[in-house]
């Protein structure tokens, strides 16, 4: 078994494009012991009107926190919208911490929360983009067979920003910003060879770890 | 030996006709039925017996390419389902009770006790697509407009309010997906709209305020309600401004 996975493995590896990655972080009162049997909510903004933020990537960090700390329960995104419809949409989303104390005025809301024991809620504003493309690939098919002949490159960018609101004492507690590009790259000889960097995957892992690092007590 | 050479025919035939069948189908517009689930809301009832009536154009809602007729356009997205279904969920989490009237409220009209009936229109509905634009965003953009009035007919209040939904196209989607999901995101974000201003409508407060055992309702409705209901109106406006804007 070992023999088939180590070269797939390995080419897997060999196969990606490089990343380049920035990450800057600015916390306040981290909680020490970390956050006991509360539970954290990461939220995507989507109120600007040209992009908004992936849900697969606010997935990605969730994931990327409680796998590897498992005391730490992350409520899904959509699970949290939705249950407290209509106050989570873009439209009604609370934009500062002051405002959650607007929104706990209403007692069902309250009650909603209190049940969710929320105790961090982290909101991400960016996406990733891809720039740069250039290249040309020519595929067809005939009686003999099909291929493609050429070459492609691209470039993506991500750009996110994490901002951590303390539910108890509805502040803001941290900002997390990470940055990352890389080239892609997809030659073709008869098959394409896609070589892809990853990079929303690698601004997940720098945002993920710099909040694991907030939120968790082993780390 | 007769029913062996006229065997093969018959599946010939069938096979001919399947495949016609497919051509042709290919050939008619895409219909998209919009789908969605729609979260009741989470706040304390409005305390008024409400009755809706869906107009037929409302129930059976539906858009296509603005640049051709119905025959000729090669998609279709009805929405007169998803609506029905967003609004029913809306209004009975929203209002202490709703009931469905048996006709559109008229002098004439016998119809079920109620406070006041709601009467729901699409106005306007506007679209973008990734090929119009050459943003990598499907956009549904409507304009609702509201008549509240008495079971006999007469009206309370009228208004207008605007939606807008959007999603990224994302690999692996579908056009009839992302088009589902811009109009669903467009529905959730009429019914947070509605469900935030109802009370803030001026004829509505002023409606609301009239009646003394609705007095405590007005308040109910959304966070930082409490303001004049002037006020409250003209902030729910620039919000509605603000998407027509980003538009």
């Not at chain 1, 088939?4 to 990606?16: E, K, M, N, S």
């Not at chain 2, 009931?99 to 306007?124: C, F, W, Y």
């Not at chain 2, 499907?138 to 304009?143: C, G």
Request: hydrophobic share 40%; charged share 20%; aromatic share 8%.
């Amino acid at each position: 078994m070992i023999k088939y996975c180590l070269p797939f493995a390995l080419g897997t590896l060999l196969l990606q494009g490089c990343v380049t990655s920035t990450v800057d972080e600015m916390v306040f009162n981290e909680p020490v012991e970390g956050i006991g049997d509360a539970t954290v909510v990461i939220l995507g903004r989507r109120h600007a009107s040209d992009y908004e933020t992936e849900p697969d990537f606010i997935e990605c960090v969730g994931d990327h926190i409680s796998s590897r700390d498992k005391t730490i329960t992350v409520v899904d995104e959509i699970e949290f919208v939705n249950s407290l419809y209509p106050w989570f949409e873009p439209r009604t989303a609370p934009l500062h911490p002051a405002d959650i104390e607007r929104l706990l005025e209403q007692e069902p809301v309250a009650e909603r929360m209190r049940e969710l024991k929320t105790e961090y809620m982290i909101w991400i504003d960016g996406v990733t983009v891809r720039s740069d493309s250039a290249g040309s690939m020519t595929c067809g098919i005939g009686p003999g067979g099909a291929g493609c002949f050429g070459f492609g490159t691209w470039s993506n960018d991500s750009n996110y920003e994490a901002v951590i609101w303390d539910f108890t004492d509805r502040a803001e507690v941290g900002r997390v910003n990470t940055t990352a590009s890389g080239q892609s790259y997809m030659p073709a000889v008869v098959v394409p060879i896609p070589i892809i960097a990853p990079v929303q995957g690698t601004a997940c892992d720098g945002i993920g770890d710099q909040l694991l690092e907030f939120l968790s007590s082993e780390y | 030996m007769r029913s062996m050479i006229t065997a093969p025919d018959n599946r010939l035939f069938s096979a001919v006709l399947v495949l016609t069948a497919m051509l042709l189908a290919g050939c008619g517009p895409t219909h998209v039925k919009v789908e969605g689930n729609f979260p009741a809301p989470l706040m304390e009832p409005v305390p008024l017996k409400l009755g809706v009536w869906y107009p037929e154009e409302f129930a059976t809602h539906e858009f296509f390419d603005e640049a051709k007729s119905r025959r000729e356009s090669s998609w279709v997205v009805n929405t007169g389902d998803a609506q029905v279904a967003m609004w029913d969920t809306l209004l009975s989490g929203m209002f202490s009770e709703l009931t469905h009237m048996k006709g559109r409220p008229s002098p004439s009209q016998m119809n079920q006790v109620v406070d006041a009936v709601l009467i729901p229109s699409v106005d306007e509905l506007q679209y973008a697509i990734p090929q119009h634009t050459n943003v990598k965003v499907y956009e549904i953009w409507m304009r609702y407009r509201f008549e509240l009035v008495t079971v006999r007919g007469k009206p309370i209040a009228e208004w207008t309010m605007s939606a807008y939904g959007k999603t990224p196209t994302a690999f692996l989607r579908s056009d009839q997906a992302a088009v589902n999901l811009a109009a669903v995101m467009a529905l959730r974000d009429a019914g947070a709209n509605f469900a935030t201003n109802f009370t803030r409508v001026p004829e509505v407060a002023a409606w609301m305020q009239s009646k003394p055992a609705r007095r405590g309702a007005a308040a109910a409705t959304a966070p930082g309600a409490k303001a004049s209901p002037v006020n409250e109106s003209a902030g729910g406006q620039a919000g509605a401004e603000r998407q027509e804007d980003s538009k």
